[in-house]
Structures are given as C-alpha cells and as structure tokens.
C-alpha cells in the first residue's frame, strides 16, 4: 500500500482533524485516509445488491418466490 507524508500541516487543521477522528472513534491517520477516499472515488460506485438488480432487470420474475431459510445453521464438526 503507498504512503503519504503531508508536511507543515496548520495546527488547528490538526486539532480539527484529531477532534473529527476521536468522534468517529478512530485514529487520526484512520479519519484521513476516509477522507481522502471520500475526496477522490467516486461517491456513485454501484453496490454489490444494485449490480444484482441490474442483473435481473427485465427478467420475468412474476413467478418466482424466495424465501430465507431461518432454521440456525449447525456449527462445523471436526471430528
């Protein structure tokens, strides 16, 4: 992963960025770094449930039924 050396930082841009982190409850380096990827990707990227919309749109789903399963899972047997 790259890293980033920002020199001569303000001091109350600092102070404001600590301040932000600590009520995000993360590191300071943590609240930069979403800030940046906020700053810089974009903020439209499909999500994984709306690419699988996309996926079927369009389709015949008039008689198609889903339901979930709610029985509890057995834990793994390693014997």
Known sequence: MA???VRQIPEEVHRA???RAAAHGRS???ELREIIARAVL???R???G???RSIWSGAETDDLSVERDRTPPEPAGFE
Do not use: G
Request: neutral net charge.
């Open 28 to 30: 300071a380096e943590a």
């Open 17 to 19: 960025l600590k301040a």
């Open 3 to 5: 890293q980033i050396v």
């Open 42 to 44: 974009p903020q439209s």
């Open 50 to 52: 709306d690419l699988m």
């Open 46 to 48: 499909p999500r994984a």
